[in-house]
């Protein structure tokens, strides 16, 4: 019996492959640990606790940039059920809201990379701005 209910379990994952909104939600967390790893690393070195390394901030930059520029594409029209996510329903009641956050964000990113600070203090006041974009994003638009 109970390899009937195992082969049954197989059969069912395999014939039901995941769904569309799940692969958005996957995306999305991608997008999001992507941009946590270059974080990870840039944190230390506006705090000092890491040797400056201009080429390692830019690349950091970059791929942050990569990650999160389509970022609004992981949402779908309405927003998901039975799904594990911790998007929040403003992103869907306050759409324009939502793509003004990402815009603001990505445009501080830019910003740093356009700038391509030499120095530790020009770095500190980029990354601050870049970083104050977490907070306010999740604020209004991630349930915790
Ligand atoms: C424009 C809005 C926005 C900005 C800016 C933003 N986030 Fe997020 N973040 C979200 C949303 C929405 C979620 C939840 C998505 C979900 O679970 O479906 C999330 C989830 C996450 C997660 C959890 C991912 C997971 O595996 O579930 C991490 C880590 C994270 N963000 C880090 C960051 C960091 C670090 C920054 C800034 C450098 C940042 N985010 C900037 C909207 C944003």
Redesign the pocket.
Known sequence: MKNFYLSLIILLMWICPASPNSQN?KD???A??Q??E??KVLFPIAKEKAEYDDFLVISMMEQ?LEA?KP?ATYFPKEPEVD?H????ET?WTDRPG?EK??A??LSDIEETLNAEPETLEQFQSLFAK??N??K???QV???K
């Open positions: 939600v999305r967390q991608n999001m640990q941009v946590r270059a974080v942050m999160a970022y799904v996510s911790e998007a929040a992103i939502f956050a990402l603001s964000f870049v970083t974009n977490c306010s994003c999740h638009y991630r349930m």
